[in-house]
């Protein structure tokens, strides 16, 4: 059993309460017949849409192929505070901070999301490698310098002072360090992880890169090993509450870990991840992924080394996996997922479809590792078969894109219904095309403020999502469920592969 290395009392709770809970069968069993297997989704131009979004979001000196029209230059002094170049990189979501915590996540996740489903993207692989690169090559910026990453540019207070767009940028772009003194291990190590899994993206196409990129992830990730803390100690005021750590560090050190020992193949992560994954990977029952907690992410990471590619160590791993997986099938034994009425896997009411993304990437990748090996998991006892993983994953991702309560695609551009007022400053203002003139810090909060549609459609961009009733106000002020974020998408981008791969549309 699952469980066997829980507490007596724990394990005692968790069978009381799971079955004294009626059994949901909220999910219609979904039968597939034979190939081509339909959908009414056109999930290749949701795709298409979700890597377009990065591209709206992108800081510095934009390429003569860019897309997304609306947007300009931004940002082409940052880092000179500190005699460094960071130009360049994304803002995180819908103000104009360079957040690295987050930009590091969203780039594994993107070259994660390249590594497994990058074959089935058919004509969309370039713009998914271009949306990698525009991470790397700023987070190669970030740490140029050994022992220091520049992990912050824009005081997130100031900038939120202002509804600007970020061409018309004048606030203060301070630029923040951790360092031997002011330790990040979180940052540290996730960067290293997105270093490494962009190295296994371009180890083909860009050799030269791919070694440069994975020679940076060993030195970054041995700074975070070496000089340990969490950085909301350090940069408290400038992180918190913003991007401030809650899980620890101890997460991304086995996340940079797996990833590095996936890249090198080096011998010395795997016996790193064996000496230390107990203290590291101490939060068993956590079943929340994303850009703070990577505990999940790493177990289904390291479980593929034991399943397909055989490495005995990692036995472990798969159990724990298994265990994630059981938490959020609805209706399981060990079941301790929330889900809304309209069936969205509903975590917290902050930016909640970044959950939803996260996990349909994991159940997708986690039933792609199981196939291969030929494997089930087992949930007290009650068998989950990949395809079933697969299910719910897309059931997640059809909500999303409009199979829910208000109709409404949570996608901006995608579908007949998705939301006119999202939470993003670029997107809400006039552009430079239409509106030259700047627009003072303060004088855009009028438009914030109003109910008129934004003027430019940030194409692919995906909202926070709705409350647990599913409901939806579409209010540009209400930034837990309408504003996008990087995050949310690059998760997304690797389910929508595989979608748009396996069903035709209708």
């Known amino acids: 059993m699952a469980l066997s290395h829980l507490p007596h009392f724990t394990l005692l709770l968790v069978l009381f309460l799971s079955s004294s809970l009626p059994h949901c069968h909220c999910f219609p069993a979904i039968h597939h017949h034979h ?58 979501a819908g103000d104009n901070v360079k957040f690295g915590f987050p930009m590091a996540f969203t780039t594994t996740m993107l070259s994660w999301s390249v590594i497994e489903f990058g074959g089935l993207m058919k004509g969309e692989l370039q713009n998914a490698k271009q949306a990698v690169r525009w991470g790397t090559d700023y987070l190669l910026k970030a740490t140029v310098h050994p022992d220091t990453i520049y992990v912050q540019v824009g005081d997130a207070n100031k900038d939120h002072a202002c509804w600007e767009r970020p061409e018309d940028m004048d606030t203060d772009r301070s630029v923040f360090k951790i360092d031997k003194n002011t330790p990040g291990t979180e940052v540290a190590a996730e960067t290293a992880a997105a270093l490494a899994a962009a190295s296994l993206v371009f180890k083909k196409s860009d050799p030269t890169y791919s070694k440069l990129l994975i020679k940076r992830a060993i030195r970054v990730f041995q700074f975070a090993d070496k000089y340990r803390g969490p950085y909301s100690n350090g940069l408290k005021k400038i992180v918190c509450p913003f991007y401030c750590d809650y899980s620890g560090y101890e997460d991304e050190l086995l996340w940079g870990a797996a990833w590095l020992h996936k890249a090198t193949k080096n011998p010395i992560y795997l016996n790193y991840i064996q000496i230390n994954g107990q203290t590291l990977g101490a939060a068993q029952f956590d079943n929340t992924f994303g850009w703070d907690n990577k505990h999940v992410g790493a177990r289904i990471l390291l479980s593929k080394a034991f399943l397909v590619q055989k490495v005995p160590a990692l036995h472990d791993y798969k159990d724990h996996a298994d265990n994630f997986i059981c938490s959020i099938i609805p209706g399981a034994h060990f079941s301790s997922a929330q889900y809304t009425p309209g069936g969205l896997l509903f975590k917290m009411d902050d930016s909640n479809m970044q959950y939803v993304t996260s996990t349909s990437f994991l159940l997708l990748t986690y039933a792609k590792y199981l196939i291969q090996a030929r494997k089930v998991v087992n949930c007290g ?70 109910q008129s549609p934004n003027p430019n459609i940030l194409v692919g961009a995906v909202v926070g999502g709705p409350d647990e009733h599913d409901r939806f106000p579409d209010e540009r002020s209400d930034y837990e469920q309408s504003e996008p974020a990087t995050y949310i998408n690059s998760p997304l981008v690797g389910a929508l592969a595989y979608l748009a791969h396996s069903f035709r549309q209708i």
Not at 53 to 76: A, C
Not at 416 to 438: D, E, F, M, N, T
């Open 35 to 92: 190939h081509p297997r339909f959908a009414h989704h056109n999930y290749k131009d949701a795709l298409t849409k979700s890597i377009l979004f990065f591209e709206g979001q992108r800081s510095g000196k934009l390429p003569s192929n860019q897309r997304v029209k609306w947007r300009r230059d931004s940002g082409l002094s940052d880092g000179s505070a500190m005699h460094v170049d960071l130009v360049g990189g994304y803002y995180d």
């Open 381 to 450: 006892g009650t068998i989950i078969t990949p395809n079933r993983l697969r299910n719910i994953a897309k059931r997640q991702v059809d909500y999303l894109l409009g199979d829910n309560p208000l109709k409404m695609s949570y996608m901006v551009g995608y579908g007949p219904k998705y939301p006119q007022r999202i939470h993003h400053r670029g997107s809400s203002l006039p552009s430079i095309g239409v509106h030259p003139a700047k627009i003072q810090c303060s004088a855009g909060f009028s438009i914030m403020k109003s």
